[in-house]
């Protein structure tokens, strides 16, 4: 689908989703959009962002994108979640007090057809306070082994591994890596990635992470704006979305793109560009999910080594959407986005879903 100009109401109706809801939270000012993208494979499961926007219809815009992307990044992990997200148009420095936390888990009980998480400007400290508060937001436990970001830096490595191999590097560590954001998925990849002897180059618009990663890890650092034109074999971003485009893809100097950003195409043609100019990409909902699978974990439905290994078979699913996409001549994010509609259509037709699948309430 190109997005170009559409309104709120016309996207929502072109994505199909199921659900837009306003809300207020209690007294606060502030108001949460929360999307219900699809439910067929099961219950609405997205997380929270907390920002300031410029306008409340972009705040309304970012989530329709985003929990579509949740319905496509679950079924494309073989989880029985649909998609959603909430959006809270508010400023996460100041506007997280006591009264935020108890009225927005009000709002979320009041609501009830949607189970929540941290995404950004909610992070675990904030998900802590809130899921004391509602059984509707997920928390894996801070004793745990595992978090949701340490998944999804986990995941983020398989497949970055997977582009090694698909680009014949030998070994498969004989890679140089440029990271966009050192943040909570950032910071634990490049960690990994410099244990594995990958060499680095990252950036971040906080100077103090910049510092860290050059001091501990052994990393070259360049500023944000030119992480762009860094010659490397991988380029992950790891902070905003939007950030693959028109001006910036022309200036890529690598093999492949794989990080952890959800949406990171301005639009999808971007993501055929990026195939003419012969660049991999990892479809973002793909390559991301580790967090999403989280769930399993948190609901015991798998232990920590159980979590991990489906976690890491990001690795050989995003390498055989490159080996398909190749023979059948379709783009890599083209492609998935078929798989999961294909996936949807047999669903709807089968009549799964809605009334079946895991119970939301018994998760957090
Ligand atoms: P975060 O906020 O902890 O980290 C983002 C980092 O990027 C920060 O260090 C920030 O300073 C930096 N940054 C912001 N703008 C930048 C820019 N223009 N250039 C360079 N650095 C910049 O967020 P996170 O949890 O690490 O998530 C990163 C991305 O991955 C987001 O797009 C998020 O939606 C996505 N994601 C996160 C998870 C998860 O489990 N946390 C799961 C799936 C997808």
New binding site residues.
């Given amino acids: 689908m190109e997005q170009g100009e559409m309104t709120p109401l016309d996207l929502a109706r072109d994505m199909r989703h199921e659900e837009v809801c306003i809300l207020r939270i209690g007294d606060t000012g502030l108001r949460v959009v929360i999307a219900i993208h699809d439910t067929t494979l099961g219950p609405a499961v997205g997380g929270t962002r907390m920002m300031k926007y410029p306008r409340f219809d972009d705040a309304i815009l970012d989530a329709l994108r985003l929990s579509r992307a949740m319905t496509y990044k679950a079924a494309m992990a073989e989880m029985s979640w649909g998609g959603a997200k909430a959006v809270i148009d508010g400023d996460p420095i100041i506007d997280k007090t006591d009264l935020f936390y108890d009225a927005y888990a009000e709002a979320l009980d009041r609501f009830g057809r949607f189970h929540t998480g ?3 400007g909610i992070d675990a400290a904030d998900v802590t306070e809130l899921a004391r508060r509602t059984k509707r937001m997920s928390h894996v436990p801070p004793e745990a082994g595992v978090s ?2 340490g998944l ?1 830096a986990i995941g983020v490595r398989e497949a970055i591994m997977a582009a090694s191999r698909s680009i014949r590097r030998e070994p498969t560590t004989a890679i140089h890596v440029a990271i ?7 910071w634990p990849l490049a960690r990994m990635l410099a244990t594995d002897g990958i060499r680095l180059t990252v ?4 100077p103090a ?1 910049i510092s860290a990663a050059v001091r501990e890890l052994g990393a070259s650092a360049v500023s ?1 704006d030119a992480i762009y034109d860094v010659e490397a074999d991988v380029f992950a971003p ?4 939007a950030v693959l485009n028109e001006d910036t893809i022309p200036r890529l100097r690598c093999a492949a793109v794989v990080g ?3 949406e990171q195409l301005c639009d999808p043609q971007h993501g055929d560009l990026l195939n003419e100019l012969g660049i991999l990409y990892g479809p973002d909902y793909v390559v ?1 999910a580790g ?1 999403l699978l989280s769930l399993l974990f948190e609901r015991g439905e798998t232990d920590e080594p159980g979590i991990v290994a489906r976690v890491r078979q990001i690795g050989p699913r995003v390498a055989n959407l490159w080996r398909e996409g190749q023979a059948l001549g379709i783009p890599p994010h083209r492609l998935a986005d078929r798989i999961v509609e294909d996936k949807l259509a047999r669903a709807r037709a089968k009549g799964a879903g809605r009334t079946g699948s895991a119970p939301v309430e018994s998760v957090g």
């Avoid at 966009?180 to 950032?186: C, D, P």
């Avoid at 950036?203 to 906080?206: G, K, L």
């Avoid at 790891?238 to 979305?241: D, I, L, N, P």
């Fill in positions: 941290g995404d950004m949701a970001s999804t966009q954001g050192l943040g909570e998925v950032g950036t971040d618009t906080d992470r944000p790891c902070a905003r979305g952890a950003a959800n991301n967090g």
